[in-house]
């Protein structure tokens, strides 16, 4: 089966997004719990590449793939996961990156939406947090996903956040004391990191 990327995010509202991350079907992963299990012999690196025994995965349909069956296990390791067969995977960070941002919406009626490296679609909101780790000086943003997963939030799409939240700042206020950005009814802070 072929597979037809998403178009420009830029050219879609936000509820046409909603729509195209609502159709989406992904396997059934949280639901399958095979007894088999063994080493992928897989590592994703901290920059989003996917490698199999140190062999760069380079086609974009494999990753896509593998992407759709992975998650994450109470114990905080990487499987891809079959009905039967759960292999582990090395992930260096997190397995995904937010590569773009478009924004909808004012203050608490804000969406944003946010394609990842896969060219999924994924509109923030209470269950698909942002959630800011590292330090002040050195912030490492992510978005929360599905199945216990995480995209890290390319350090220019963070910017794009900053500079969204900065814009709805009072008049006159000029400190970084508060950065609080709306999506989907849930608010989150830019200037607040997160317990690992």
Known sequence: ?????????????????????AARKLPPVEQWSPQA???SH??????????????????????RLFASVL????????????????QWIEVEDAPLLAVEV???????QRRLAFRLNTDELVVS??????ILRGSVDEPRPYLGLARGLEARIER?????LVELALAEQPDGADDLASLPIWSDGACFRLDRISAA
């Open 37 to 39: 299990e063994s080493d």
């Open 156 to 160: 220019s799409v963070y910017y794009d």
């Open 125 to 130: 909101g209470a269950d698909r947090p942002l």
């Open 1 to 21: 089966m072929p597979y037809d990327p998403p178009p420009e995010m830029q050219d879609l509202s936000l509820a046409e997004i909603a729509g195209l991350v």
């Open 71 to 86: 998650r994450r296990e109470d114990d905080g390791r990487y499987a891809l996961v079959t009905p039967f067969e759960k």
């Open 102 to 108: 478009k924004s909808e919406g004012n203050g608490e």
């Open 42 to 63: 897989m590592r994703i690196a901290t920059d989003g590449r996917w490698y199999h025994r140190d062999g760069l995965i380079s086609r974009p349909a494999m990753v």
